[in-house]
């Protein structure tokens, strides 16, 4: 186990919770859709007079009540499923970097499994200005006022059903963009504060430094490509153009946080921490080798994401036979 493959388990929860939004917001287009397909069939004479017939006994005005009242429930929805993925992040790297650390270094680190108090007041006061509620009740109104708008606009222009319909999906996919990245940046946020909480505990310890690692495509905005490959200051900050953060998503500026998909990686002791059954990651020689590699590739313009990749399946820590413990052997430590 290593910490990139930690953090490929923990993007899977991300993406999880970005295919759960794209659900309900589907399932809600298709729902009004089908909605306001009945009241075209039942009621509208033509396109011409289509506002006209639906505004008749109020019937346009119920079904847009309707369908905002619908949408708070969504949104309801959305709202617990990022509360639950963001605490599931939380804890699953917070225990499989303490693992990482601890099995790595042979040094009992004093970690526990936070608890649920914890895990909410950390995240909660990690927005300062904003929570995840307001923010999303923000997107929820804003998709309301626009279909109000654009279900209005295209009965009083005579469009016609399918016109109208496409506005009403550029909208709701509009929305759905939206709070797919209000669960990203969420969910890169409860992972750097996780990582912040393993490296305060872990630092008591052993010397722990912060490397800035950006994400392997070339989509990565300009700002988080030249911080890539940074260490962190002696006080754990990276900076950037005068602003500091701890790690990513934590600078507080939409511009910098927003569907970042940057993380940190941590070497102990200035060693690169990986764990598995018969290899000495700590071997001198081994850490050396792959440092000096890592650093040539980045001088041939890889990212430090690359660079750590290749260096990794082209130099082999040597074979050794010790007690190895696995995760789950691990974890058992903390059941009562």
């Known amino acids: 186990m290593n910490q990139q493959e930690i953090k490929q388990e923990i993007e899977k929860l991300i993406q999880r919770a970005e295919t759960d939004i794209e659900l309900v917001f589907s399932l809600r287009l298709q729902s009004i859709l089908d909605e306001l397909n009945k009241m075209y069939a039942k009621f509208v004479k033509s396109d011409e007079t289509s506002?006209?017939?639906?505004?008749?006994?109020?019937?346009?005005?119920?079904?847009?009540?309707?369908?905002?009242?619908?949408?708070?429930?969504?949104?309801?929805?959305?709202?617990?499923?990022?509360?639950?993925?963001?605490e599931n992040i939380y804890v699953e790297n917070y225990l499989k970097m303490a693992y990482l650390f601890e099995v790595f270094t042979s040094t009992e680190m004093g970690f526990a499994p936070p608890s649920k108090e914890l895990i909410q007041t950390t995240l909660t006061n990690a927005i300062k200005y904003l929570t995840l509620p307001s923010i999303l009740e923000k997107h929820r109104n804003e998709i309301v006022r626009r279909l109000n708008i654009e279900i209005s606009q295209s009965l009083i222009s005579?469009?016609?059903?399918?016109?109208?319909?496409?506005?009403?999906?550029?909208?709701?996919?509009?929305?759905?963009?939206?709070?797919?990245?209000?669960?990203?940046t969420e969910g890169g946020r409860s992972?750097?504060?996780?990582?912040?909480?393993v490296?305060?505990?872990?630092?008591?310890?052993?010397?722990?430094?912060?490397?800035?690692m950006s994400a392997l495509d070339n989509d990565v905005r300009s700002a988080h490509r030249k911080l890539d490959g940074d260490k962190a200051d002696r006080d754990g900050y990276f900076h950037y153009d005068g602003l500091k953060a701890k790690g990513p998503h934590q600078w507080h500026v939409a511009k910098m946080d927003i569907n970042c998909r940057c993380i940190v990686i941590y070497l102990v002791n200035g060693m690169l921490p990986e764990v598995s059954r018969g290899r000495d990651y700590r071997d001198a020689n081994y850490q050396q080798k792959l440092a000096d590699r890592i650093d040539k590739y980045m001088e041939q313009g890889l990212t430090y994401a690359k660079a750590l990749k290749k260096a990794q399946k082209e130099v082999k820590p040597p074979n050794v036979v010790v007690p190895f413990q696995t995760y789950g052997e691990w974890e058992k430590k903390f059941v009562a």
């Open 199 to 212: 490296f305060e505990q872990a630092s008591k310890h052993a010397t722990v430094t912060k490397v800035w």
């Open 51 to 86: 506002y006209t017939d639906l505004n008749k006994y109020n019937r346009l005005s119920k079904e847009l009540d309707k369908i905002a009242k619908e949408i708070t429930e969504d949104y309801k929805d959305i709202v617990k499923k990022i509360v639950e993925t963001n």
């Open 191 to 197: 992972l750097s504060l996780s990582d912040e909480q």
């Open 158 to 184: 005579g469009e016609g059903y399918w016109k109208m319909a496409k506005r009403i999906e550029n909208a709701v996919n509009f929305s759905k963009k939206k709070a797919r990245a209000v669960a990203r």
